[in-house]
């Protein structure tokens, strides 16, 4: 069981180049969600699924566009990457609703994105 | 406006001490309160959670205590380790739509010593 996996690690774009951010769930959660980290702040919320073809938008969804083909993937997507987008990106999946008692969320390693 | 505050920022203690970081909310209608650990370079991981009617909650060396009345939580870790160097993050849900949103705090950063 690997939990939650991101790939890649690391990744150093161009401004205005694109990229895709993988995500891969093998617990069976129907919600997943992408955060960013940025140094000395809170996680913000950029995108979310409450399952299989349905996502919507969090705190700060400019720039980003997500899909959901499957209960397993997530994929982030970049388009026009721009400086202001360099940060550390986590996906995470629960089990249940985020208001709910049970509502831990289990979190990805992350990919640290660097925007020159 | 619903808000999460953590104090202090960062802290450095020796091996073998005790330790309490704080956290204040705003958040309402409130559901639950979690903390988590993020060591570096990894991603954040649940240590405790406690809803409403809990005041304690115990995860080995880590010790959580809510107070909903006065919206603050903190969580004491004893006989502290080198590994117990970490960001540790203070998350609350609310339960004001059907999916729930969590206000995340900005983290305490401690640093153990040998």
């Known amino acids: 069981n690997a939990g939650v996996t991101q790939t890649p690690k690391f990744r150093i774009l161009k401004i205005g180049q694109s990229m895709t951010l993988q995500c891969t769930q093998d617990?069976?959660?129907?919600?997943m969600y992408w955060y960013r980290q940025d140094p000395g702040m809170g996680l913000k919320l950029i995108y979310y699924?409450?399952?299989?073809?349905?996502?919507d938008k969090g705190e700060v969804p400019n720039g980003y566009n997500v899909s959901r083909s499957t209960t397993e993937d997530f994929p982030l997507r970049l388009e026009l990457a721009a400086p202001s987008q360099t940060s550390v990106y986590f996906c995470?999946?629960?089990?249940?609703?985020?208001?709910?008692?049970?509502?831990?969320?289990?979190f990805g390693p992350g990919t640290r994105l660097t925007v020159l | 406006k619903n808000q999460v505050e953590q104090s202090p920022q960062s802290l450095i203690i020796l091996e073998g001490k005790n330790c309490t970081l704080q956290c204040n909310y705003t958040v309402s209608p409130f559901s639950n309160l979690r903390w988590y650990k993020q060591d570096t370079g990894r991603g954040p991981v649940s240590l405790t959670i406690m809803t409403f009617s809990e005041n304690t909650k115990s995860n080995g060396r880590y010790t959580a205590t809510l107070d909903a009345d006065t919206k603050q939580s903190s969580l004491h870790i004893t006989a502290s380790q080198l590994s117990d160097s970490a960001s540790y993050i203070c998350v609350v849900s609310d339960r004001g739509s059907t999916l729930g949103r969590l206000y995340f705090g900005r983290g305490t950063q401690l640093t153990v010593w040998p």
């Open positions: 995470a999946s629960s089990y249940s609703l985020l208001a709910g008692e049970y509502n831990e969320q289990f």
């Open positions: 617990m069976n959660h129907n919600y």
């Open positions: 699924s409450v399952g299989a073809g349905i996502t």
